[in-house]
Nanobody, 125 residues
Framework: QVQLVESGGGSVQSGGSLRLSCAAS????????VGWFRQAPEKEREGVAA???????YYADSVKGRFSISQDSAKNTVYLQMNTLKPEDTAMYYC???????????????????WGQGTQVTVSS
């Protein structure tokens, strides 16, 4: 079982930047993809970005060109660099780990089985 801990959330003004971190521990060898998801009040959890084995990355259309996912394997940490933040990016952000996933589902929260506790991101206009 892998354990995940997010950090780096906070409050910024529109146009600002934040970098989220997701530190993994435990049985990290079993994970295939690590994804970032977000959930705003009264909305469904949605996939934001994912990074899988061999470094393949995937992004939701709403964040392409603004967010960047990366990993430091030596530190077992995945990062989400968020630039040009907008008020609609306000949400609780979670990272999650999965076993093997088909490419079409890498941003589906239902395919991930280990979750962190979340970190809040608030963007003011």
């Amino acid at each position: 079982q892998v354990q995940l801990v997010e950090s780096g959330g906070g409050s910024v003004q529109s146009g600002g930047s934040l970098r989220l971190s997701c530190a993994a521990s435990g049985d990290t060898s079993s994970r295939n993809c690590v994804g970032w998801f977000r959930q705003a009040p009264e909305k469904e959890r949605e996939g934001v970005a994912a990074i899988c084995r061999r470094g393949y990355t995937y992004y939701a259309d709403s964040v392409k060109g603004r967010f960047s996912i990366s990993q430091d394997s030596a530190k077992n940490t995945v990062y989400l660099q968020m630039n040009t933040l907008k008020p609609e990016d306000t949400a609780m952000y979670y990272c999650a780990a999965s076993g093997p996933i088909a490419t079409d589902f890498v941003l589906s929260p239902y395919k991930y089985n280990a979750w962190g506790q979340g970190t809040q991101v608030t963007v003011s206009s």
